[in-house]
């Protein structure tokens, strides 16, 4: 068990699963996107980074997925180094990304292709359909869903991929606000499904209120090039509602964090 | 043979084809327009272009020689003769490619130009055409290319005993081949090399500034530090992008510089040359019109009555001929194919070495084939006349067929994966998807429309290849290379042989199945690829 300090109170969270030491990314020695970013997840947290556009929050999700390698610094899964992409970290994409000329089946299928058997794969994939509520949909080809119904398609894939983190990048950003609020309202629920294995979510978002709707804690990005300026936890219990005067608190709390005082 | 005269002959040719593609991308943005703003006129051209592009260069000998030849006569005769063969390798695909531009700029540019009454000329000048140039761009490698492989048809070519030439590095080839002279073959394709290097290098260019400042893929890097090379003989203005044309006319327009009447005046006016403008296309695609129905009626009035009969009677045996050719060309299709999509795979993963390597195959595949194939054919004839002796004349046949067609499916292939939006790619790394899987589900299927292009390409090519090398006579020296059966062999050596007639009907016989086959087969691919298995679609950003 480990402890970690927030904002003065001290409490005890679960396993580490996810965390990167001193990761750095740069494009080339004069354009350092960002440096020294140390991040953990612990078991059943969903972590939010949040930070201006610019600081390279897409960037550091791929190297958290080792789609990109890091300039510096070391990624761990459950103590493991990761030194390649792996399916035990999944990436939800902000451009909501399913093949078009596959069913909504066959979609969520395609991770588990000579991985388990193919009614095996039906079986499971049948079920996360189920899990993110488009039973009835298998057949459908994206084409002929609406957005949110394809993000769900989305995470539906990454959950059959049996991940221990799945690495949100703005995943409601392409909705619109009715479709991406109810989604929101689902997500945490899905995610942390007895159903599937995962055990903690990183979502990267620019939405200060969706991020204190589900996080529960969150990294503050910020300068150049750029770092974690901030930890803050999200203290509140769920279902969050914004109507609380104390999730505004924690909204401003954020706001306050990425926009410097001469520019409010 | 002197060296000034291969460089000058080397700079008749590539002239003679460079400006044959000016040619064939101004009428193209005519007739371009033509089409997408006339239902009818459309339906016509682009049966009436896929069905031309289909015939190889040799099907249209009989008209060249019957009109050009024997009609015109003379060194100009020939050299027009010469210039329409060139062209007629050339001018099919960069139409096609301007039509598609058009037909895919997106419906707000438009709008935009009607709104602020462009006119015919300002939108042409400020949307149509800088939207094509990327197209252009990368059509002008396969057409040039194209070029270069017909220049020893296009610039000599025997009937009987007449032998009719231009002044070109193509005939200096023919020449030294024959005569089995080979330093002067030598420096020919030395020099010939320079020029297709230099040229290459200068269509990459071009394609990649064009690429970056008129594409729509926004994460295009434009190299504003370059001052693109600007002959002063076009006044080509690189600045003129459609953005900057846009934001001029709507701030002139908002500037409220011209009052109501005034800008109906020239609404009124710009209508006007909207109409020139679909005047010109239209009679561009009628002259063409005329000049094939009246080129094929005087190749059939110049063949006696008695002799067509004779020719009908030949059509089971023609056609069972051209069944032959039809397996010659599957086999070299699929080896494309399977070449091209390892090898486009091999550098889509491996990207230092696709850096480097990809001008070299550019270069490569616009060295024209036939160039070179006399020295290939006269370095192994005699081993593989050992060796396999039943399969010497068809591995020939094959090699020369592959050398002039691989390029076409390979860079279908290679633009298509270049074209996979990056999610998709990450979704194979994240989730480990096994090869098969990843080329069977994903990869072949996201680049299924650039691959039917391509490999329509390639099968169109694969008949002009066999049209090369089913009769080459005095190939190197006196010996001839020639298959034992294959309708085009039949064309070249009725041409050879100044049998002119059955040259023509085994042309038209020909055209015929190749633009049935395009409609039922092509047209039925192309159609699913696009209704189906368009990446592009599957990402989903508001």
């Given at each position: 068990m480990n402890t970690q300090v927030f904002n003065g109170s001290s409490e005890t969270l679960g396993e580490v699963q996810l965390e990167c030491k001193d990761l750095a990314y740069s494009y080339s020695s004069s354009h350092v996107i960002f440096k020294d970013i140390n991040i953990k997840t612990y078991t059943d947290e969903l972590v939010a980074i949040v930070g201006p556009s610019g600081t390279g929050k897409s960037t550091l999700i791929r190297v958290l997925a080792n789609l990109i390698p890091p300039t510096a610094g070391h990624v761990f899964l459950n103590g493991i180094e990761v030194k390649a992409p792996s399916s035990q970290i999944s990436l939800v994409h902000q451009s909501i990304a399913t093949f078009p000329w596959m069913t909504a089946l066959d979609n969520v299928k395609i991770v588990l292709r000579n991985k388990v058997k193919d009614d095996e794969a039906t079986e499971i994939a049948k079920k996360m359909i189920t899990l993110v509520g488009l039973q009835g949909h298998e057949d459908n080809y994206p084409k002929e869903m609406s957005g949110g119904m394809r993000q769900r398609?989305?995470?539906?894939?990454?959950?059959?991929?049996?991940?221990?983190?799945?690495?949100?990048?703005?995943?409601?950003?392409?909705?619109?606000?009715?479709?991406?609020?109810?989604?929101?309202?689902?997500?945490?629920?899905?995610?942390?499904?007895?159903?599937?294995?995962?055990?903690?979510?990183?979502?990267?978002?620019?939405?200060?209120?969706?991020?204190?709707?589900?996080?529960?804690?969150?990294?503050?990005?910020?300068?150049?090039?750029?770092?974690?300026?901030?930890?803050?936890?999200?203290?509140?219990?769920?279902?969050?509602s914004e109507e609380e005067p104390i999730f505004y608190e924690y909204v401003k709390m954020l706001y306050n964090d990425l926009i410097p005082k001469e520019s409010r | 043979m002197e060296l000034d005269t291969i460089a000058l002959a080397t700079l008749a040719s590539l002239g003679r084809?460079?400006?044959?593609?000016?040619?064939?991308?101004?009428?193209?943005?005519?007739?371009?327009?033509?089409?997408?703003?006339?239902?009818?006129?459309?339906?016509?051209?682009?049966?009436?272009?896929?069905?031309?592009?289909?015939?190889?260069?040799?099907?249209?000998?009989?008209?060249?020689?019957?009109?050009?030849?024997?009609?015109?006569?003379?060194?100009?005769?020939?050299?027009?003769?010469?210039?329409?063969?060139?062209?007629?390798?050339?001018?099919?695909?960069?139409?096609?490619?301007?039509?598609?531009?058009?037909?895919?700029?997106?419906?707000?540019?438009?709008?935009?130009?009607?709104?602020?009454?462009?006119?015919?000329?300002?939108?042409?000048?400020?949307?149509?055409?800088?939207?094509?140039?990327?197209?252009?761009?990368?059509?002008?490698?396969?057409?040039?290319?194209?070029?270069?492989?017909?220049?020893?048809?296009?610039?000599?070519?025997?009937?009987?005993?007449?032998?009719?030439?231009?002044?070109?590095?193509?005939?200096?080839?023919?020449?030294?081949?024959?005569?089995?002279?080979?330093?002067?073959?030598?420096?020919?394709?030395?020099?010939?090399?320079?020029?297709?290097?230099?040229?290459?290098?200068?269509?990459?260019?071009?394609?990649?500034?064009?690429?970056?400042?008129?594409?729509?893929?926004?994460?295009?890097?434009?190299?504003?530090?370059?001052?693109?090379?600007?002959?002063?003989?076009?006044?080509?203005?690189?600045?003129?992008?459609?953005?900057?044309?846009?934001?001029?006319?709507?701030?002139?327009?908002?500037?409220?510089?011209?009052?109501?009447?005034?800008?109906?005046?020239?609404?009124?006016?710009?209508?006007?040359?909207?109409?020139?403008?679909?005047?010109?296309?239209?009679?561009?695609?009628?002259?063409?019109?005329?000049?094939?129905?009246?080129?094929?009626?005087?190749?059939?009035?110049?063949?006696?009555?008695?002799?067509?009969?004779?020719?009908?009677?030949?059509?089971?045996?023609?056609?069972?001929?051209?069944?032959?050719?039809?397996?010659?060309?599957?086999?070299?299709?699929?080896?494309?194919?399977?070449?091209?999509?390892?090898?486009?795979?091999?550098?889509?993963?491996?990207?230092?070495?696709?850096?480097?390597?990809?001008?070299?195959?550019?270069?490569?595949?616009?060295?024209?084939?036939?160039?070179?194939?006399?020295?290939?054919?006269?370095?192994?004839?005699?081993?593989?006349?050992?060796t396999i002796p039943f399969a010497e004349t068809e591995i020939f046949v094959m090699i020369l067929c592959f050398l002039g067609t691989f390029y076409y499916v390979f860079f279908g292939f290679w633009v298509g994966v270049r074209a996979i939006p990056v999610e998709f790619l990450e979704l194979t790394q994240n989730y480990k998807i096994g090869f098969f899987t990843k080329m069977r589900r994903i990869i072949i299927p996201a680049t299924f429309p650039y691959l039917v292009t391509g490999l329509s390409s390639t099968i169109n090519s694969a008949w002009g290849g066999l049209a090369v090398a089913e009769y080459w006579p005095n190939i190197f020296g006196n010996q001839t290379l020639q298959v034992h059966t294959g309708m085009m062999k039949i064309i070249s050596a009725g041409l050879v042989n100044g049998n002119i007639g059955l040259a023509a009907w085994a042309s038209l016989l020909f055209a015929i199945v190749v633009g049935v086959y395009s409609i039922v087969f092509t047209r039925n691919l192309m159609d699913l690829a696009r209704k189906k298995y368009v990446i592009e679609e599957g990402i989903y950003a508001a």
């Open positions: 398609i989305a995470i539906a894939r990454a959950l059959a991929a049996s991940p221990t983190i799945m690495l949100m990048d703005e995943p409601f950003v392409h909705l619109d606000e009715l479709t991406a609020n109810s989604l929101r309202s689902e997500i945490y629920s899905i995610v942390f499904n007895p159903e599937n294995d995962l055990k903690s979510v990183i979502l990267v978002s620019h939405n200060l209120h969706e991020v204190v709707q589900l996080a529960d804690r969150v990294y503050v990005m910020g300068g150049t090039p750029a770092q974690i300026i901030n930890e803050i936890k999200i203290d509140l219990p769920r279902p969050r | 084809v460079m400006a044959l593609i000016l040619v064939s991308i101004v009428s193209g943005w005519f007739l371009s327009y033509v089409a997408i703003k006339s239902r009818k006129f459309e339906n016509i051209y682009i049966s009436f272009v896929n069905i031309f592009e289909s015939i190889p260069v040799i099907g249209f000998l009989p008209i060249v020689l019957v009109v050009f030849i024997s009609g015109l006569g003379g060194t100009l005769g020939v050299e027009v003769a010469a210039d329409f063969l060139v062209f007629d390798a050339i001018v099919w695909n960069i139409w096609i490619g301007q039509y598609q531009a058009f037909k895919t700029i997106p419906q707000p540019l438009i709008e935009v130009s009607e709104n602020y009454g462009f006119g015919w000329w300002g939108k042409m000048k400020s949307l149509y055409i800088p939207f094509s140039y990327p197209r252009v761009s990368s059509d002008i490698f396969p057409s040039f290319a194209d070029a270069l492989f017909y220049i020893m048809i296009s610039e000599v070519f025997s009937v009987g005993i007449t032998a009719y030439k231009v002044f070109g590095i193509g005939t200096l080839i023919v020449q030294a081949t024959s005569a089995g002279d080979l330093n002067s073959v030598y420096e020919c394709l030395g020099v010939l090399a320079i020029g297709v290097v230099l040229i290459t290098l200068a269509f990459s260019n071009f394609s990649k500034y064009a690429v970056a400042k008129y594409g729509l893929n926004t994460s295009t890097e434009i190299k504003r530090h370059v001052r693109y090379w600007r002959p002063h003989i076009i006044r080509w203005r690189p600045t003129a992008s459609p953005t900057f044309q846009f934001a001029r006319y709507t701030t002139k327009m908002r500037a409220g510089r011209e009052n109501i009447q005034s800008a109906m005046t020239k609404v009124r006016a710009s209508h006007s040359f909207e109409r020139t403008g679909k005047y010109i296309g239209t009679a561009i695609a009628w002259l063409f019109l005329i000049f094939i129905g009246y080129s094929s009626i005087q190749v059939m009035l110049s063949v006696p009555h008695s002799q067509w009969i004779n020719y009908f009677a030949q059509t089971p045996n023609l056609l069972y001929q051209m069944g032959i050719d039809y397996i010659r060309v599957l086999v070299v299709t699929v080896v494309s194919f399977v070449f091209a999509i390892s090898l486009g795979y091999y550098l889509t993963v491996h990207k230092r070495i696709s850096i480097a390597s990809l001008p070299i195959i550019q270069t490569i595949s616009a060295f024209p084939a036939p160039a070179y194939f006399p020295l290939v054919f006269a370095a192994t004839a005699s081993f593989l006349a050992h």
